[in-house]
Nanobody, 118 residues
Framework: QVRLVESGGGLVQAGGSLRLSCEAS????????MGWYRQAPGKHRELVAH???????NYADSVKGRFTISRDNAKNTLYLQMSSLKPEDTAVYYC????????????WGQGTQVTVST
């Protein structure tokens, strides 16, 4: 069992910045794909960004150039640096841990609210 705990959400004005963190339990953090997803009211959960165990990153088009995903394997922590925030970035942000080799290894955090005001 892996526990993921997000932090760093809050209220920010448009154009501002926030950094989200996701701390993972266990010893497998460095071996799995880590991702950030978000879900706005009335919408489906969508991928924001993910990062492979080797550091390869992928971003949704809507956040490219504004958000940066990173990981610190020594601290079992995933980060999402968000800049130039827009009201449409308002959502609950979730951390995900996924293994493509270990069946059933797909864990989610409880989410952290990000609200961007105009």
């Amino acid at each position: 069992q892996v526990r993921l705990v997000e932090s760093g959400g809050g209220l920010v004005q448009a154009g501002g910045s926030l950094r989200l963190s996701c701390e993972a339990s266990g010893s497998t953090f460095s071996t799995v794909i880590m991702g950030w997803y978000r879900q706005a009211p009335g919408k489906h959960r969508e991928l924001v960004a993910h990062i492979s165990s080797g550091g390869t990153t992928n971003y949704a088009d809507s956040v490219k150039g504004r958000f940066t995903i990173s990981r610190d394997n020594a601290k079992n922590t995933l980060y999402l640096q968000m800049s130039s925030l827009k009201p449409e970035d308002t959502a609950v942000y979730y951390c995900n841990a996924l293994s493509r080799v270990a069946a059933g290894y797909d864990y989610w955090g409880q989410g952290t609210q990000v609200t961007v005001s105009t």
